[in-house]
């Protein structure tokens, strides 16, 4: 492996793995029909990147990497296949660079992204490997090569890719209902994840509080686990505050011994939840207890989580959340720092997602005052179901004020004619919304100066 070329490099995954890659020393290159943040800093480490997926862009590769989301007609890829190209996918890829290191993955339904940037920046003393499924703030990429043993990574079940890695330990934040495009029934998933807790070789950090999860993962002798209320897990949180600027603290015991108090600045119960897997890793890693604390105290959350992007007058958020859970504890979150009323906008991410999962949709908005629905992001899928936004918009109306509108310039209006102060708005969804929420939030700015 030397000339390496990723399809679709600008996505949040192959980016983390293309920078990964150069910084090791490959002949990097890559294409995509989308520019984003990332493709800049990409270009200025000597990636050249194509605009247009064409077959003699990978004329002279060894190497492609591509993702369930590259079409079956996609030219560099057929290209790659019918002249005898190693083709690997992302997560293979992935999993062949960790296998070979002390891997720690982060798996889950939700929060591998906020998980993964935890025990990232934790484990920063210990000088490791990370690549992750967003920006972390506090070293401002998706990305960073270290010169220990230590590779953090998150692990992605949407397509079973993460049955490639052989970590030697793991944390898995929950289980639900998502992916059923390709997994087809919630039993195939459950036995994907157990397939994952055995391929982890040394130790498996569980979520408790997790039911589902806590039935596949109860068999295992390497389980540990960990929970919000539980005081018979590995470890738990003793109680829980806010302090006098209005952020959580909680002390955490661990096999008995009181690890002392905590405190994390981003909201939300799942966030504390989260952070306990990351530091009963870190203690067995013997991060410094006094440092990680004081990690965890100024973590800002990956980009994208709970991400706020305005705070005066009005409050702009932007965050991940395409599943209805997420949603949840999102809305929960923004209602805890609410001042007036909280509008959820949001954009259903995929057609077979909000079929399968549109009664889960329609309950997960009572924590706003208000809901606002986006035409759907398709990500390349056809509309085989038969179902739009509108179909959302009938079930939320039967309890909370809502409409569907058709375009940003719509909503723009909205937010700057008919906002009050305090109100929060939280854009929601894993599609384009996030390139919305920060045009608006910066002609907001404008129109009030």
């Known amino acids: ?40 800093v990409m270009r200025n480490m000597g990636i050249k990147i194509y605009s247009e997926h064409k077959a003699e862009n990978v004329v002279g590769m060894d190497t492609v ?53 935890m025990i990232g920046i934790s484990m920063l003393e210990k000088d490791a490997t990370i690549v992750v499924g967003g920006i972390i703030t506090e070293i401002n990429s998706n990305a960073r090569i270290g010169n220990s043993n230590y590779f953090i990574a998150e692990a ?3 397509d079973n890719s993460f049955l490639y890695m052989k970590p030697k330990y793991s944390i898995i934040t929950n289980i639900e209902e998502d992916h059923m495009d390709f997994h087809k029934n919630y039993d195939n998933l459950k036995q994907s994840f157990k397939k994952f807790i055995e391929n982890t070789l040394i130790k498996v950090i569980v979520n408790k509080d ?8 109860k068999e295992y002798k390497h389980v540990i686990y960990y929970s919000l209320y539980d005081k018979t897990a590995d470890i738990y949180v003793d109680n829980m505050e806010k302090n006098e600027s209005g952020e959580m ?17 981003i909201p939300g119960l799942h966030n504390i939840s989260n952070s306990l897997g990351v530091i009963y890793l870190s203690h067995e890693f013997s991060v410094d207890l006094e440092n990680l604390k004081n990690k965890l105290t100024h973590f800002k959350g990956a ?9 005066e007058g009005i409050t702009i958020v932007d965050d991940y959340a395409h599943h209805p859970t997420e949603i949840k504890a999102t809305l929960q979150a923004a209602k805890e720092r609410a001042k007036n009323r909280v509008i959820a906008v949001f954009q259903p991410h995929r057609y077979s997602r909000l079929s ?63 906002s009050n102060p305090g109100d929060i708005y939280v854009f929601m969804g894993a599609g384009n919304i996030s390139q919305m929420a920060y045009k608006i939030a910066e002609k907001y700015k404008k129109n009030i100066e």
């Open 303 to 311: 980009k994208r989580r709970f991400d706020i992007l305005h705070n």
């Open 65 to 117: 990497i591509y993702t369930t989301a590259i079409k079956a007609d996609n030219k560099e890829y057929n290209y790659a296949k019918d002249n005898n190209i190693k083709i690997y996918k992302r997560g293979e890829l992935l999993a062949k660079l960790m296998n070979e290191e002390t891997g720690i993955a982060v798996a889950g339904t939700h929060g591998k992204t906020t998980t993964s940037s």
């Open 356 to 418: 399968f999962l549109i009664e889960d949709f329609s309950k997960s908005f009572t924590n706003a005052d208000e809901v606002i629905l986006l035409p759907v992001y398709s990500a390349g899928e056809e509309n085989c179901y038969n179902i739009k936004s509108e179909n959302l918009l009938k079930k939320i109306c039967n309890y909370k004020a809502a409409c569907c509108i058709n375009d940003e310039h719509e909503l723009q209006n909205i937010i700057i004619e008919k």
């Open 156 to 158: 992605d079940e949407s």
């Open 1 to 40: 492996m030397n000339k390496v070329f990723f399809i679709g490099i600008n996505g949040i995954g192959m980016s983390a793995l293309a920078k990964y890659m150069k910084t090791k020393g490959y002949d990097v290159y890559g294409s995509d029909i989308v520019e984003k943040n990332t493709t800049e």
């Open 249 to 265: 603290s909680y002390t955490v015991v661990k096999n008995g011994e009181n690890l002392g108090s905590f405190s994390l600045a």
């Open 210 to 217: 997790c039911e589902t999860l806590y039935n596949i993962s």
